[in-house]
């Protein structure tokens, strides 16, 4: 595993282990101020596993579609990306 997907994994991980945080702070009614505080955390925690997984798409799939001079992989690559991008800003 390379160290973009390690790092990558990592952040998932700890985006795991507070959600169970944060499911634990409503189960014992915490403040909600603070229980935002942590869901904001998972989720710049999620948005940054997903920009290093699309960095990584784009260095490694993304790549080899574009040099294997497949006219139609090369357009699916484009439109998944797409997809996903405008699933990204909803």
């Known amino acids: 595993m390379n160290l973009q997907k390690q790092k990558t994994l990592i952040n998932f ?20 101020i603070d229980v935002m505080q942590q869901n904001l955390a998972v989720i710049g925690l999620l948005k940054s596993a997903h920009q290093m997984l699309m960095e990584n798409h784009l260095n490694s799939c993304f790549s080899h579609a574009i040099k294997s001079k497949d006219v139609k992989k090369e357009q699916e690559m484009v439109e998944e990306i797409l ?4 699933l990204a800003n909803k």
């Open 13 to 32: 991980k700890k985006s795991h282990s507070l959600l169970a945080k944060i499911i634990k702070m409503i189960e014992e009614d915490q403040y909600c």
């Open 83 to 86: 997809k996903v991008t405008k």
